[in-house]
């Protein structure tokens, strides 16, 4: 444990393993929601009817997306 520490510098960054296992559960937890709720905002009417894009691809871009911009701030940041 003490290697990841050191090696993220979480004591220089104000932050705990803990905090940052937290924060990335609650990412998770977040961006698998979107990609169900994303094709349901897109696709259906207040009546419940299917309208506009397909939810399957609708979804399937919303994961494609999420996973590279995930690549993109990790390579930035």
Avoid: C, H, W
């Avoid at 399937?60 to 940041?77: C, E, K, R, S």
């Amino acid at each position: 444990m003490n290697a990841i520490a050191s090696y993220f510098k979480f004591q220089e960054r104000g932050t705990t393993f803990g905090t940052e296992v937290r924060a990335g559960l609650t990412t998770f937890a977040v961006m698998a929601y979107i990609i169900f709720l994303n094709p349901i905002i897109l696709g259906v009417t207040k009546d419940g009817a299917l309208v506009g894009p397909d939810p399957v691809a609708v979804g399937a871009g919303t994961a494609l997306d999420a996973g590279i911009m995930t690549i993109a701030m990790g390579v930035i940041g």
